[in-house]
Structure formats: structure tokens, C-alpha cells
């Protein structure tokens, strides 16, 4: 079966440092993973998705993952994060008809 | 375009008592996915639904139901609400070829069981 990891919890982050946040998932075929975001009191929103092609995938408001079918990770970064990144953060993998999420990662960013 | 509208934002029931929660998808989109989060369970899939009929369920017990309407919206209905059915309740849409696609997910309804 599919599934998704959130290694971390919690992240604290500075403002202006990069942040990585780690996802591992489990599966023996085909994947397609994504990110979402949900700021306090909303829904979720798609950051980027992996369907195939480059491992590399660029999202929305600087964030960028990378698929390494190698290590079963799909770990979300962002070179420079803003105060307004703070938010919960969800890795996902698409089972077909509906979306497998992690726990979820928090990240918290101080002035 | 209008984004999905979920209402309403919040809603506080007793227990035993029964409610339903709307989704509006956006304009064209047929298919309407709700899911539940709570903070012991995160995120869990209960249903799709796609031009009136449900098309997947998730692993929920029957006092949670849904259906469509022939304009795409979407209701879920829980009947004789238990403490921990309170939790933030989630409809995305789509076009109708589920996540791979694109969802988009409404704002969430919060609902508290006392």
C-alpha cells in the first residue's frame, strides 16, 4: 500500500534561512506525490506535484521538491522563507481516486 | 472564478444530534471529494463524489453519508454525532479525474460536538 512519512514534526526556522522539509513514502509502483500548505483556518493548497518527467519540481511561492526514487523521498525546500510561510505543510500520495497525507509538518517562522 | 464554498464555516451540535455540511464546487468541476481531519487522525478520505453517484468511499462508518446534486454541489450528512466526529471537514474538486488532475479544496467546515 502507499503511504507517506513526514519525518519531522515541527520545524523552527529564522526568516531569510532555508527550510527542508522531509518526506519518505512507501510504494512498489508508479508514484505521484505532492505538497500542500494550509495556513491557520483554511483549506489546503497545492505547492506542487510529481506526475513524472523531471525529478525536480518547481512550485508556487519559491518552493521547489525534489522525487529521488533512490532513497523513496520527495523532500519540499524553500532557499528563503518569510514570515508569511508559516503554516502546516502535508506531504501526499495519490492513491487513484483520492490522496494518502502525512501527519503533517509545522513550520513556525521567527523574525 | 469563484473558488469551492463550504458552508457553514462553523457549527457546534450535541451529541446524538444530526448535520449536514454543503459544498459548492467551482463552475464545470463534477466531481466533489470530502475528507476529515482531525488532530488524532490528520487527514482521512470519506467519499467522491462524481455526477450524482458515489464514486469511492473511504473507511467511515455509515452515520456518514453524502450526495450530489445535478448542479455538481455536494452534501455530507452525520447522523447521531459522537464526540469525535468533531473535526474540520474538507470537500475538494475537481474535473473528474481525481487528484492527479487537480483538486481544489474548499475552506473547511469546523465542527464541534458537545
Known amino acids: 500500500a502507499q503511504s507517506v512519512t513526514q519525518l519531522d514534526s515541527q520545524v523552527p526556522v529564522f526568516e531569510e534561512a532555508p527550510v527542508e522539509l522531509r518526506c519518505n513514502y512507501s510504494s512498489s509502483v508508479s508514484v505521484y506525490l505532492f505538497w500542500y500548505v494550509q495556513y491557520p483556518n483554511q483549506g489546503l493548497q497545492l505547492l506542487l506535484k510529481y506526475l513524472s518527467g523531471s525529478t525536480l519540481v518547481k512550485g508556487i511561492n519559491g518552493f521547489e521538491a525534489e522525487f529521488n526514487k533512490s532513497q523513496t523521498s520527495f523532500h519540499l525546500r524553500k532557499p528563503s522563507v518569510h514570515i508569511s510561510d508559516t503554516a502546516e505543510y502535508f506531504c501526499a500520495v495519490s492513491k487513484g481516486y483520492k490522496l494518502s497525507f502525512g501527519a503533517g509538518t509545522t513550520v513556525t517562522v521567527r523574525a | 472564478k469563484a473558488g469551492v464554498t463550504q458552508t457553514p464555516r462553523y457549527l457546534i451540535k450535541t451529541r446524538g444530534q444530526q448535520v449536514t455540511l454543503s459544498c459548492s464546487p467551482i463552475?464545470?468541476?463534477?466531481?466533489v471529494s470530502w475528507y476529515q481531519q482531525t488532530p488524532g487522525q490528520g487527514l482521512q478520505f470519506l467519499f467522491e463524489y462524481f455526477s450524482e453517484t458515489q464514486r469511492n468511499k473511504g473507511n467511515f462508518p455509515g452515520r456518514f453519508s453524502g450526495r450530489q446534486f445535478s448542479n455538481s454541489r455536494s452534501e455530507m450528512n452525520v447522523s447521531t454525532l459522537e464526540l469525535g466526529d468533531s473535526a474540520l471537514y474538507l470537500c475538494?474538486?475537481?474535473?473528474?479525474?481525481?487528484?492527479?488532475?487537480?483538486?481544489?479544496f474548499g475552506s473547511g467546515t469546523r465542527l464541534t460536538v458537545v
Open positions: 475538494a474538486s475537481s474535473l473528474g479525474g481525481g487528484p492527479n488532475y487537480g483538486y481544489t
Open positions: 463552475s464545470g468541476h463534477r466531481s
